[in-house]
């Protein structure tokens, strides 16, 4: 089968998607990164490779925070940042969205569309209270696993207000509402609450929020933050099916875009999971910029190296 | 007496040329650095901004190097920058160095007396000469920026608008009169034009915002560059020759500017907030009107004025159908999360352009 690869590195997890000609996802993959990018590429690669027989790459996209370092190491036709690929896949899902909300491990964003073009986007600067790490960490403290946070706070029949302003008093705050004796179900939905009040006052402040809206990124599994949305903007919000690797599903389609330009792909085969990788970073001793300069070797040959700001090391390398 | 003043951009090239022009030894404080940053941070103010700690940085490493007198700008509020020299001062007196702090208000007749005492023993001529000098050396630095941010998106061979950038500067510092700086300006503007370049139309954005962020590369992560790779044409609103005509020469046709710009600012901000926070919302307007794919507004995170200017100017941006991005700086500031947004927002004008382009 002809088919184009996504892959989005996030913080907390590594998605791979698999589309075929048409733009249909056929198969897709989440991996938690567990801070190894390399090899939670690797590994996703390797499981695609396993579950899918007689596949023809015809483009690979990367994005998330780890697209450029991915980049090199598949050989991506095209590498974006993930507001793009977001509203790409968003777009292609849900033609007439205007509104999409994401939240991720460590950043949320909110994308503004108006017939089919983003006209504005947002993301969170200086805080990462309302994230997935956040909640994951909470789901952990209070020895509750992540995937039965939103039925529990589903179950919530009284309001608890939570200070959702900055994680480390949204913590104090709760534990301060369990020792008065609150019920587990209460405590979740406030935290909810309190995370989609902070997010639309930081995210989405001043921002015209009009349906349809779709919540993704992995913390749209999470029933409790798509109801305590839905209450907040009083209307519908509609989760795709591929809600939690939305990102790599942009990317394979911009993948796609680029490959229908007629390049052929850079793609270096799914080889690469056998391959070595060792990065390395170092301090250019230069000049004053004191560059954090990182060197990439695929199986001892150096592949990549970026970071210098004159371009003395990352125009030396002529094979990535 | 060994002289020392902060860095931003490449002041301390025309500052140099300035002192020793009035017989000083100037001492050249060590290149901005992360440790420079560190060390501003730690003895600064957790939420002071990062102008100050830079600088406060800069003072303590030129020190460190043996200078004994200091020279850095004061400021007449509602900005809180007229007061740092008083505080950091303070700051430095505490950490015990033995040293002079001489503070250049922002009025001609205060500055003159100020330099004039710097400048002891040497003639009205000299005085002037140097001045000449050191202007022209500023102008010569300013236009060659303003080339490179046109060339930059245009170039074939990556990189090489700015290599001829950075031996342009070099050459500046070490040049010794006008004819010399002269010569430098118009053969590295000549060379720029000549460089292979591509024919096309690149995204045009204008840069808004605080004049310290906008022209110190390190503290804003070298945004112009890195726009210009992107294939960004960038208008930067503020270069230093026009602060130094606005705010201490006030130049006639720089106050006629202001005027305009007060005037274009005024259904959203009737009145002087400090800084550059009105102009930043004039030139967004103007911006606008002339077409312009985007703004682009940096400022240090807790700045007061380009905070004010951030609030007014979603409302510019819905009128005047131009997108904005605002960039607040600290000293945490990560580069991923800056690429991430400014390939976003490159995206989105080109979606736009290619829209406009569609629809007419």
Request: glycine residues 10%.
């Amino acid at each position: 089968m002809k088919a184009y690869l996504g892959i989005d590195v996030g913080s907390v997890s590594t998605n791979i998607t698999v589309m075929d000609e048409a733009g249909a996802v056929t198969d897709s993959l989440y991996v938690r990164t567990q801070g190894r990018p390399i090899l939670a590429v690797q590994e996703g690669l390797r499981q695609i490779y396993r579950q899918n027989s007689g596949l023809a790459v015809q483009g690979v996209g990367t994005t998330g925070s780890g697209r450029h370092l991915t980049g090199v190491i598949v050989g991506a036709d095209s590498v974006k940042n993930e507001i793009t690929a977001h509203a790409v896949a968003a777009m292609h899902l849900v033609p007439d969205v205007q509104t999409v909300l994401e939240i991720g491990g460590q950043d949320s964003k909110i994308i503004i569309i108006r017939n089919g073009v983003v006209t504005d986007f947002a993301m969170n600067t200086v805080c990462a209270a309302g994230t997935g790490s956040f909640l994951d960490q909470q789901a952990a403290r209070l020895n509750i696993p992540i995937e039965q946070f939103g039925d529990l706070a589903l179950e919530s029949t009284a309001p608890v207000r939570i200070a959702g302003r900055c994680a480390v008093f949204a913590e104090s705050d709760m534990i301060h509402k369990q020792q008065t004796g609150h019920s587990i179900q209460d405590i979740l939905n406030g935290l909810c609450q309190a995370l989609v009040r902070n997010y639309l006052n930081n995210v989405g402040k001043g921002k015209p929020l009009a349906g349809p809206v779709l919540f993704q990124g992995g913390v749209a599994a999470n029933k409790g933050m798509k109801r305590a949305f839905e209450e907040a903007l009083g209307c519908e919000v509609i989760i795709p099916a591929h809600y939690s690797v939305m990102g790599a599903v942009g990317a394979a389609l911009l993948a796609r875009e680029e490959a229908l330009s007629g390049k052929p792909t850079a793609f270096r085969g799914f080889d690469v999971v056998n391959s070595e990788y060792t990065p390395r970073s170092f301090e250019c001793s230069g000049c004053a910029n004191l560059c954090e300069v990182i060197e990439l070797k695929m199986d001892g040959i150096v592949i990549g190296c970026w970071g210098d700001r004159c371009g003395k090391w990352s125009n030396q390398v002529t094979v990535a | 007496m060994k002289l020392a003043f902060p860095h931003m951009g490449h002041l301390h090239i025309v500052l140099k040329e300035l002192f020793t022009g009035f017989g000083c030894q100037v001492l050249e404080t060590p290149p901005i650095t992360k440790k420079t940053l560190e060390l501003g941070a730690k003895y600064s103010p957790e939420t002071v901004c990062l102008p100050f700690k830079m600088t406060l940085g800069n003072f303590i490493e030129a020190l460190e190097q043996g200078a004994d007198t200091l020279v850095t700008c004061g400021g007449v509020g509602p900005c809180r920058l007229g007061y740092y020299s008083e505080v950091q001062k303070g700051i430095l007196q505490q950490l015990g160095y033995p040293f002079k702090l001489i503070t250049v208000e922002p009025d001609l007749i205060a500055v003159v007396k100020d330099l004039r005492l710097l400048a002891a023993g040497k003639s009205w001529r000299e005085i002037y000469r140097s001045f000449k000098q050191a202007g022209a050396k500023m102008a010569a630095l300013d236009n060659i920026e303003r080339q490179l941010n046109l060339i930059r998106p245009r170039e074939v061979v990556a990189g090489s608008a700015d290599q001829l950038g950075f031996q342009a500067i070099q050459a500046i510092d070490g040049a010794a009169g006008l004819a010399e700086i002269q010569r430098i300006e118009e053969k590295t503007l000549a060379a720029l034009q000549a460089l292979a370049q591509r024919q096309y139309e690149p995204l045009r954005i204008g840069l808004v915002g605080e004049i310290y962020v906008m022209l110190e590369p390190f503290i804003n992560q070298d945004l112009e560059r890195r726009l210009g790779q992107m294939g960004v044409e960038v208008h930067k609103t503020m270069y230093l020759s026009d602060y130094v005509r606005a705010h201490l020469l006030r130049k006639r046709e720089y106050l006629e500017t202001y005027k305009t710009l007060a005037a274009l600012a005024k259904p959203y901000l009737g009145h002087y907030v400090g800084g550059h926070g009105l102009k930043s919302v004039a030139r967004t307007i103007q911006m606008g009107q002339q077409s312009y794919d985007g703004v682009i507004q940096a400022y240090p995170f807790t700045c007061m004025p380009e905070v004010i200017a951030k609030n007014i100017l979603p409302q510019v941006s819905k009128d005047l159908d131009i997108p904005v991005l605002t960039l607040a700086y600290d000293e945490q500031s990560g580069e991923a999360g800056l690429m991430t947004r400014l390939e976003a927002f490159v995206d989105l004008l080109h979606y736009r352009r290619r829209q406009k382009k569609a629809g007419c």
